[in-house]
């Protein structure tokens, strides 16, 4: 019913808010009963189930859509996110290491990915948010492998190819870049900190507006951030909002990426294989056979090719220690590695490849 007055409509709102709560409350009993029957069961482990999380925000972002909005899509999933994530909690909370300090694009992707209910721990390194998983000291870990502008994350691709763990999940997240300082004026500043990934991404800016000031790489933006806060006047930071909340920065120029559309991916790394949801990435690497023979490449994608599978990406990495010049080969492509189809072409190119390996087989990415 539309309202007539400011009284009524608050009237109404107020009526569903209490619905809402209600709703809520009950959504929760429900989950903590779920984590008894799982018990009961003698599923002991986290209750976090890629797959199904997957399913439910895909299934909120079409009921938004046939209805019209008016939030968007966004808005809607992040709700929902937050109300899966709190009633999770009540199941088994999670710990998910993230490369830090506090106020990274890394912690952005955990928080987007998991929600706020979750047990954020940060780490120095990606190799120690690995370790962190591989330990059980945290049940995932988020860590970046690519950037739209800047390219693949060496230190994620590396880790990748040792590892136990599995790709649980991707995240995509716009990323927008803002320059930071205690200095209230942009010329005061003569030293700018950040990730090597971010200079690389605000280039451009960074030539035309600060062309003669200091260019420092740190290991993450959280850290440039800090970096600026402890130094004071005249350095800045290239990092998040959120960061420059956390140190209390001054927000000095915003949006400083040569690209509006800059986005990074991130990957959920954890123990289990999530189920297919039917929109699911798989990803792979493999060695050829001394790749630097004709055709040796070819040889590996060709199954790929005669499944009708769709590559959305490849990349290579140099394998440390080869006088060979050989190459590890990440590929991902659309679909299971459950699917009988997928897994027959997966067969063929294990058996001509000198190393081959799944990383994961997990949803792709509901926004």
Known sequence: MNPKSLPEARQQIDALDEQIQTLISRRARIAQQIAHIKQGMGDTGDHYRPSREAEVLRQVIARNQAAGGPLTDEAIARLMRE???????LESPLTVAYLGPEGTYTQAAVLKHFGDSVRARANSAIDEIFREVE??????????????????VIHTLDELIHTKLRICGEVTLPVHHHLLSAADDLAAVTKVYSHP???????????SKLPH????????????????????NGTAAIASLQAGRINQLNILASNIEDDPTNTTRFLVIGKQDPAATGDDVTSVVMMAHRSDTPGALFKLLQPFADAGLDMSRIESRP??????????????????????????????????????????AYPRAVL
Not at 135 to 152: F, K, L, M, Q
Request: with cysteine; aromatic share 10%.
């Open 135 to 152: 330990s059980g000291a945290a049940d995932y870990g988020v860590v970046p492998v690519e950037n739209s502008t800047g390219g693949v």
């Open 197 to 207: 990934q971010s200079f690389a991404q605000c280039r451009k800016w960074l030539d």
């Open 213 to 232: 000031a200091i260019r420092e790489t740190v290991s993450s933006n959280g850290q440039a951030a800090r970096q600026a806060r402890e130094e004071g």
């Open 319 to 360: 394998a440390k220690g080869s006088a060979a010049r050989d190459y590890y080969f990440f590929i991902d492509f659309v679909g299971h590695a459950s699917d009988p189809k997928v897994r027959t072409a997966l067969d063929v190119v294990q058996r001509e490849a000198a190393f081959f390996k799944v990383l994961g």
């Open 83 to 89: 109300i899966m994530s709190a009633c999770l909690s």
